[in-house]
């Protein structure tokens, strides 16, 4: 039953935009495992059958959670219906797993030795359950659930409803609210939490730009919450904008928040199109940006199987680690935006590095006490002050 939705979902009904192809690595690979473990089952002791049993009933939940997030936010469609089946199949295999194991339990052996046994096992357990199965559970879910719906606009201004394609063939779909002081910004990612941000500009004259990145809402492909190789969106953003007469293809930039800040250094850094941009929240996207800030044992410890993981469920590879990106975006403008207490305060460490790694100009904040992407509400005047004069100074040139 597992099989089954795992072809579903990866090769018979891919996601809009997507086909077989894309998913090559992310269908084959469980399917092969899945497979493998059914042919060896029988031929195993009892307690490796009962251990194999529940950490596929484990994958089996975890793979009905797209079907069930998707079922709760407008209905059952396509491969949730084979979702549903593997979650059946996964409880089934929970239950078997666990009779098994007790079942099979030595009984025989001295008290000490067995309670000292189970206590080891029991620590295993949760060790497995911590670095190996969360970082896992977490990549599946990133890689197959996002916002299903497209917001009501509250954006304080007229606007148009646009769409363009991307590099790779993805159709994006998003508002556009025309300039009234000569310069664009982008506003990513989404077009739900943005549009605080979005309607500050607009007071200010801005054009603004939201858009639904891959995979969400009314676009097409495959949602990968991480932002690996989302980059593509912003340029085909900056590329629809450049094409439009009433935009000026020299004074668009763009704000990034928490992964959109993430997206918007990758894209910043390999493009000229954006003339000044606003990382909020930034901190790393995989293994390479743990390394790459010095947090060797973080950026294993889990880190390194939920990188692996999520390089398997996207057929892709991560990006270069963001530290190793900011010098390229100058002489483009670059603001780093981050929380005193963002993500439990480590984003303090990465956003400091950023900025000493980064060419002018360049600026930094630290927004006291801000939780995570949280500046225009914990200071709004501070943080319209701050935002808007830097827009002003690269894209309108005032000082």
Same mark, same amino acid.
């Given at each position: ?41 029988? @031929? ?10 529940? $950490? ?31 979650? $059946? ?15 099979? @339990?030595?009984?025989?052996? @001295? ?12 620590? +295993? ?65 989404? @077009?739900?939490?943005? #549009? ?53 293809? &020299? ?9 959109? +800040? ?28 743990? $390394? ?5 044992? &973080? ?40 929380? #005193? ?18 060419? &002018? ?7 006291? &006490?801000?939780?995570?992407?949280? +500046? ?24």
């Amino acid at each position: 039953m597992i099989v089954v939705h795992v072809a579903d979902d990866n090769f018979l009904q891919p996601n809009p935009g997507t086909s077989a192809a894309d998913h090559v690595v992310s269908g084959l690979v469980p399917i092969a495992l899945l497979v493998a473990s059914a042919a060896l089952y029988g @031929r195993l002791r009892p307690g490796a059958r009962g251990a194999i049993a529940l $950490l596929l009933g484990f994958f089996g939940v975890l793979t009905g959670t797209e079907a069930a997030y998707y079922t709760l936010n407008g209905g059952p469609s396509g491969d949730d219906f084979t979702g549903i089946m593997a979650t $059946l199949g996964g409880l089934v295999l929970l239950v078997v797993g666990a009779v098994t194991l007790w079942r099979s @339990r030595r009984t025989a052996d @001295r008290p000490l030795h067995r309670y000292l046994r189970r206590c080891a096992a029991s620590i +295993g357990a949760l060790a497995i359950a911590a670095f190996v199965l969360f970082p896992i559970a977490l990549a599946y879910v990133v890689t197959h659930t996002a916002r299903a719906e497209v917001p009501d606009p509250h954006l304080g201004a007229a606007y148009e409803e646009v769409a363009f394609r991307t590099s790779d063939g993805l159709r994006l779909q998003g508002w556009f609210v025309p300039s009234r002081n000569g310069a664009t910004v982008i506003v990513f990612p989404g @077009r739900s939490g943005p #549009q605080k941000h979005a309607r500050m500009l607009v007071r200010h004259g801005y054009g603004v730009v939201l858009f639904d990145r891959r995979g969400e809402g009314a676009s097409e492909g495959d949602p990968n919450i991480f932002g690996w190789h989302g980059d593509r969106d912003l340029h085909a953003a900056a590329a629809f904008l450049r094409s439009r007469p009433d935009v000026d293809p &020299e004074r668009i930039g763009a704000i990034g928040l928490s992964v959109g +800040g993430e997206m918007l250094i990758h894209a910043a850094a390999h493009s000229g199109a954006f003339k000044a941009i606003v990382s909020e929240g930034a901190s790393g996207q995989s293994t390479r940006d743990g $390394l790459a800030n010095g947090d060797t044992l &973080e950026a294993f410890a889990g880190g390194g199987v939920n990188t692996l993981a999520t390089a398997v469920f996207t057929s892709d590879l991560p990006p270069p680690s963001l530290k190793s990106e900011v010098a390229k975006i100058a002489p483009n403008a670059v603001f780093f935006v981050y929380g #005193q207490r963002g993500q439990g305060g480590t984003e303090t460490k990465p956003n400091r590095l950023f900025y000493a790694a980064a060419r &002018e100009p360049k600026q930094v904040w630290e927004v006291a &006490e801000g939780q995570h992407i949280a +500046g225009i509400t914990t200071q709004p005047e501070e943080y319209e002050r701050r935002v808007i004069g830097f827009f002003d100074e690269a894209l309108l040139d005032i000082d």
